[in-house]
């Protein structure tokens, strides 16, 4: 068990890490777009381009951290009018099983859009990067929101089964 700890809290440490340099690489992107844009009156051509490769790692790891956090804005107002902890626990597992479901289809698709921007040769107007690179972000990203959503329906199926009325 002591593996498997060590494990998720390693791919969490991974993706705050990845947000983090992100965040900062599109920050820099930013401020060297603006000093050369309005010190100096040039551009360095194709900049944004560069930028996408880290705007898209960190929209997708931060989807997924989210979706670990679960700190994302909801409107459950089904629960407040539940009486009983029985029914709260079965609404809980029926949302977490709809989340499942939803985000493996997005998960699925994400592997077949990768599947297709590799196959498809695309690459970057200007850089000429194969375009698979920021796009795999999605793959990622799906990935670690469907593990977590998993870990939250055995949570909730475990839950659910330990109910003493």
């Known amino acids: 068990m002591n593996i498997i700890h060590t494990i998720w809290s390693s791919l969490l440490v991974i993706q705050r890490v990845i947000?983090?340099?992100?965040?900062?690489?599109?920050?820099?992107?930013?401020?060297v777009t603006v000093v050369l844009r309005y010190v100096f009156q040039t551009g360095l051509h194709g900049l944004e381009e560069l930028m996408i490769i880290p705007a898209f790692w960190m929209y997708f790891i931060g989807a997924a951290y989210g979706t670990y956090k679960k700190e994302h804005i909801?409107?459950?107002?089904?629960?407040?009018?539940?009486k009983g902890e029985k029914k709260r626990l079965w609404l809980?597992?029926?949302?977490?099983?709809?989340?499942?479901?939803l985000i493996s289809i997005f998960a699925y698709w994400s592997i077949e859009y990768i599947?297709?921007?590799?196959?498809?040769?695309?690459s970057s107007n200007v850089w000429k990067y194969p375009m698979y690179v920021p796009q795999s972000s999605i793959l990622v990203g799906f990935g670690l929101m469907t593990l977590y959503t998993l870990v939250e329906?055995?949570?909730?199926?475990?839950?659910l089964s330990h109910y003493k009325s």
């Open 19 to 31: 947000m983090i340099l992100s965040s900062a690489f599109i920050l820099i992107g930013l401020g």
């Open 74 to 82: 909801t409107a459950d107002i089904v629960s407040v009018y539940l």
């Open 92 to 101: 809980q597992l029926i949302i977490s099983l709809i989340n499942f479901s």
């Open 115 to 122: 599947i297709w921007s590799i196959s498809s040769g695309a």
């Open 153 to 159: 329906l055995v949570k909730n199926i475990i839950n």
